[in-house]
């Protein structure tokens, strides 16, 4: 079953770690609603599978309640934990961030994680609070508890509160990222402070956002590589130097989208897709947070 030959590339971040650019994730498609403890044996299976797949890095948090089920997948992988990527993000106990990892820790059966993130910045709209708290995150990677450090849904405001009292910048940012939500001032903000950028649902267009302009770019382009459209999705995220985190129970889907990692899309083509993109306004998730200040 390992697909061990398809090569997923490494981004390097600001503090000198590795991310892989591929990801399997436990996240929205997962989200369990119910008890906790009640462990779900679908997702742990499918966890195995990617990781059996290739998917090394892992994409977690405790607002899913499924770490667990991925610190189960890991422990049943055989997969040496230093060649796992295995991240993980507080929201739900920011009230204690230290002791919200250390949970965390237990739930997935590691040590440390190579990344940690803040989920999202509307637990408070307090500067000197997002500051204390990232002091907070300084310090477990500090500890080696977390290897690198970050942020998800930051907006650059809030980015830029964090960066007047880090000793430590945000190794990465994980947005909502795609051809019909491109972000183009956060990204540009991304670059000027070395912030690495990760994107959930990129394949948006393709699941959720379909009809839409970018259709015909990404069918003609997936006829012209012999891949899917949510291939061409992929591939667009990783030309820009941006990490794509997705999911899927199928096996053979994510078999597919390894392939992603073994052609490249020209600039021109990346650049047809933005366009098309820009014909559509999409945004899946934390809508009624962002509301019509979305900033693209």
């Not at 000793?167 to 795609?178: C, D, G, L, S, T």
């Amino acid at each position: 079953m390992a697909n061990i030959h398809t090569p997923i590339p490494n981004l390097k971040l600001n503090d000198g770690n590795s991310i892989p650019m591929l990801a399997y994730g436990t996240g929205t498609a997962w989200y369990k609603t119910g008890d906790e403890s009640q462990l779900d044996e679908a997702c742990i299976s499918s966890a195995q599978m990617a990781i059996g797949l290739g998917y090394h890095h892992l994409d977690g948090a405790e607002v899913y309640k499924t770490e667990t089920e991925l610190g189960t997948a890991i422990k049943n992988s055989g997969v040496a934990r230093e060649k796992l990527y295995v991240v993980t993000k507080v929201l739900p106990n920011i009230e204690d961030i230290p002791s919200a990892l250390e949970t965390s820790l237990k739930k997935l059966g590691v040590s440390y994680v190579d990344l940690y993130l803040i989920h999202a910045p509307f637990f408070s709209d307090n500067k000197a609070t997002h500051q204390a708290k990232w002091a907070q995150m300084e310090s477990l990677q500090a500890s080696g508890l977390a290897r690198s450090i970050g942020v998800s849904n930051y907006l650059p405001e809030q980015l830029a509160w964090l960066l007047e009292t880090a000793r430590v910048p945000p190794a990465i940012n994980q947005i909502e990222f795609h051809p019909y939500l491109q972000h183009k001032e956060l990204l540009k903000y991304h670059r000027e402070h070395n912030i690495a950028t990760s994107a959930y649902a990129p394949l948006t267009p393709v699941t959720k956002a379909s009809p839409g302009p970018v259709d015909e770019v990404l069918g003609a382009l997936a006829k012209k590589y012999a891949v899917s459209p949510g291939e061409i999705c992929l591939r667009w995220c990783v030309e820009q130097d941006v990490v794509a985190v997705t999911t899927s129970a199928k096996e053979q889907r994510l078999s597919d989208y390894l392939r992603a990692m073994t052609f490249k899309l020209t600039p021109r083509e990346v650049g047809m897709i933005n366009e098309a993109g820009e014909g559509k306004h999409f945004r899946g998730f934390w809508t009624h947070k962002f509301g019509e200040e979305d900033r693209r």
